[in-house]
């Protein structure tokens, strides 16, 4: 067992339902978890490592009338029944590949939707769009399908998409064929090939990791965020935001910001960084005995 102290953990969340939809179909989740129970984290936190894992997620629904808002929160309900059980196993020593544990995840969300769908008409096409970091004490695991996105902000600068965009708009950026502009414009930027439920029979989300370090930052978001930021900009706010917005938790300025460029679609951002372990606590001075004579 390492003597290195955990890792310290800071994070901020916020959802908006934005300037135009009725409702909130974006969800965002922030919980910590063992092999015996979960703890639901607050908008808002800081916690170390050392007392299990950390999942962060974001979700984005679709479909008709209130349809959209409810797949979106199974997707997040899943995630509660399903990593503590990998937890113990990892504790028991009998390790499941966290790309395992990731694809039965989505597998069962996906599976849940597409049944409700088939049983009642009113959740016909409805589906769901998910972003999941899964912090432990040295990695970043994630799973994510759909385009709601996760990126890396690693402590030496710079700002770097994990996630692809499930779309034709998406493969054609990853390939090089059109920039960050045109792909915002683009008439197909928000036709999805791949999401859970949705009426998609087959799923493939991407899985993967990435080290973690005292100065890293990620971000969980919705396409609603994107809307209204650039990528460039993102990477001020989070790092270097003005003077004003300094007070300002970091998923809140970037809500805001969006919010006030754009709002055309419901905006969530779920800021975590990684902090440097806790110092240990100072030793107890043993109180000086005064052996002079009275």
């Known amino acids: 067992m390492s003597d290195t102290p955990p890792a310290a953990l800071h994070w901020s969340g916020l959802t ?5 939809r009725p409702n909130n179909e974006d969800t965002f989740l922030a919980l910590n978890f063992d092999g015996h129970e979960v703890r639901y984290l607050g908008k808002v936190g800081e916690a170390h490592l050392g007392s299990g894992d950390y999942v962060f997620a974001v979700s984005d629904g679709m479909g008709g009338a209130h349809a959209g808002e409810f797949a979106s929160r199974i997707a997040i309900q899943k ?44 959740c016909a096409g409805m589906g769901a769009t998910l972003t999941l970091a899964w912090f432990t004490p040295q990695w970043v695991y994630f799973g994510h399908i759909g385009d709601t996105r996760l990126y890396y902000l690693p402590r030496e ?19 090089g064929q059109i920039n960050e502009r045109e792909a ?22 991407q899985v993967g ?31 270097a935001p003005s003077e004003a917005r300094l007070h300002q938790p970091a998923a809140v300025r970037l809500v805001e910001e969006a919010l006030d460029n754009s ?5 969530t951002a779920l800021v975590i960084e990684v ?3 806790a110092p240990p606590p100072p030793r107890p001075v043993a109180p000086a005995i005064d052996t002079a004579s009275p």
């Open 16 to 20: 908006h339902r934005g300037k135009v």
């Open 263 to 267: 709002g055309r679609d419901n905006l």
């Open 157 to 175: 600068g710079g700002i770097r998409q994990l996630s692809h965009d499930h779309s034709f708009v998406g493969w054609l950026r990853r390939q």
């Open 209 to 239: 990791a990435v080290a973690h370090r005292p100065g890293d930052r990620f971000l969980l978001c919705s396409d609603g965020v994107n809307d209204g930021l650039w990528d460039h900009r993102i990477e001020e706010l989070v790092r």
């Open 275 to 277: 902090g440097e372990p």
């Open 79 to 122: 995630i509660t029944r399903l990593l503590p059980r990998a937890f113990r196993l990892s504790a028991a020593g009998l390790e499941a590949g966290f790309s395992d544990v990731l694809r039965e995840l989505f597998d069962a969300i996906h599976q849940e939707l597409m049944q409700l769908g088939r049983s009642y008409s009113e």
């Open 184 to 205: 915002r414009d683009h008439p197909r930027r928000n036709a999805l090939q791949q999401a859970l439920g949705a009426g998609h029979q087959f799923i493939d989300p």
